[in-house]
């Protein structure tokens, strides 16, 4: 039995070699990029509880635009991850620019919906009672730090497109060198213009969104400059721009894959701003604590989480090569590795879910919340690993509309409506409400071992085009 489960399970010393190899980068990438994400906001933390709230605010409806260039870049890579492994070149640069399109498109409609209702989402989140903070301070700081980080969503768009061609063909290190030489900007400038340090004046909230532009903007320049400089080892990227013509029939199915995911990616990170937004009616000491436990748990959860874009990308690959067998193989391996992962990010999360909230300069509840919340989010990391890493399982089959349902429609028939109730009809605390909203990830996990269990995953979707 213990042979069986080995050979099912764990895989050949080659085979992590060749998968960290692969996830490593992402991992760093992913690593620096929430380190920057935390320091920037102890930085912000450090003037006022309202000015990180505020910039709390602004980047719950930031990740919802940044998760819905994810998931119109994802459709794409689902069809140029198995054209890779086809060895189809012209199908990959038809997937590039058809991303690009999507990228701008997007973009456009965002800035339009931040620049004329920002200030009435911005409100929402300041409508519960609460005895600490000025939320009309706070509201007019949200505001302030939105106006100049809407400047940041074009390179982001750039960025994104063309990071994800790379990490599809296993290019895993030039996205990080990028988004480390951006971190390690952005950094210095929130230093520099936060508090006015070498002459330049004290802008605060206003100056970590202007480091936040300047290092999107030094992202965007590396990821682009390097593609379009080696041709040689990105044969795609030729003749990109010389139209944006994608043949009909590819158009079609590329439309199909990717409308889902783009919707699934937006309606799934407004399901998240939805329920932080319901935590948020117990006052802003709930919007300050719930943010300082997103960005300590996203800054753990980066090992573990990233083995399900391994899995878009290697299990991707393998069906695309018309390797169904091994494709199964790989995913179940992966499948372990990211539960053995998460269970050891779990026992390392508990004790620094205690000690980090203590260099906020807040209230002392603000702080000992943060930390209860960031326990349970430890606690629940297994069971989101596993949900991940079926989410993925079933997407890289190009089952776009299927992860559609399972990830977006479930997060607001169960998580949404939990909080909602939740919060405004029962006296719970805070943190009651947030266990029982997140460990009801345990009906998803159920979920999806059923759908990956069926093999209804395991299809070539760019065999037509060969």
């Not at 199908?91 to 620049?115: E, K, P, S």
């Not at 709930?286 to 573990?304: E, G, H």
């Not at 596993?386 to 997407?395: D, G, K, P, Q």
């Not at 997140?438 to 979920?447: A, G, H, M, N, W």
Request: glycine share 8%; charged share 15%; hydrophobic share 50%.
């Amino acid at each position: 039995m213990l042979t069986s489960f080995r050979r099912k399970y764990v895989g050949s010393k080659d085979f992590y070699v060749m998968m960290f190899k692969l996830v490593v980068p992402m991992i760093l990438q992913n690593l620096l990029m929430n380190l920057v994400n935390l320091v920037d906001n102890i930085m912000v933390g450090r003037i006022g509880t309202e000015q990180m709230s505020a910039v709390a605010i602004v980047n719950q409806f930031h990740f919802i635009f940044m998760l819905a260039l994810f998931g119109a870049t994802s459709g794409g890579s689902i069809y140029g991850v198995q054209f890779y492994g086809s060895g189809d070149v012209k199908g990959q640069r038809d997937t590039v620019r058809f991303r690009l399109c999507v990228n701008y498109l997007i973009t456009a409609l965002f800035l339009l919906a931040f620049l004329f209702y920002g200030r009435e989402l911005i409100g929402s989140y300041l409508k519960g009672d609460g005895e600490i903070g000025d939320p009309v301070l706070c509201a007019s700081y949200a505001w302030e730090y939105m106006q100049i980080m809407i400047l940041g969503m074009i390179p982001m768009a750039f960025s994104t497109a063309y990071a994800s061609v790379l990490r599809e063909v296993g290019n895993t290190a030039v996205p990080m060198y990028a988004s480390g030489s951006a971190v390690i900007a952005n950094l210095i400038l929130d230093y520099i213009l936060i508090f006015g340090k070498l002459g330049f004046p004290a802008l605060g909230v206003t100056g970590a969104a202007i480091a936040t532009v300047i290092s999107k903007l030094i992202e965007m320049m590396i990821v682009v400059i390097w593609t379009h400089r080696r041709v040689d080892i990105n044969p795609y990227i030729r003749g990109v721009y010389r139209s944006f013509r994608v043949s009909l029939p590819l158009l079609k199915k590329l439309s199909w894959v990717t409308f889902p995911l783009m919707i699934n990616e937006t309606l799934w990170s407004g399901a998240i701003a939805m329920v932080n937004q319901c935590y948020s009616s117990r006052g802003m000491e709930a919007v300050a604590a719930t943010n300082i436990c997103w960005l300590v748990s996203n800054l753990f959860n980066v090992l573990c989480l990233q083995v399900g874009h391994c899995i878009a990308i290697l299990v991707g690959q393998k069906l695309g090569a018309g390797k169904l067998d091994e494709a199964k193989d790989v995913d179940n391996k992966l499948f372990f590795l990211s539960e053995v992962l998460c269970i050891m990010v779990m026992l390392l999360l508990i004790p620094a879910g205690r000690l980090i909230p203590m260099v906020y300069n807040t209230q002392q509840e603000i702080r000992d919340l943060a930390s209860r919340l960031i326990v349970i989010s430890a606690l629940v990391l297994p069971l989101q690993g596993f949900s991940h890493c079926a989410y993925f399982t079933i997407r890289s089959g190009g089952r776009t509309w299927i992860t559609f349902a399972f990830d977006s429609l479930y997060s607001w028939a169960v998580n949404v409506s939990l909080a909602f109730v939740l919060a405004h009809f029962t006296t719970w605390p805070l943190e009651t409400i947030y266990a029982v909203v997140v460990f009801s990830e345990i009906i998803k996990d159920v979920i999806g071992y059923l759908m990956v269990r069926s093999n209804m995953w395991m299809q070539n979707i760019v065999s037509d085009y060969q």
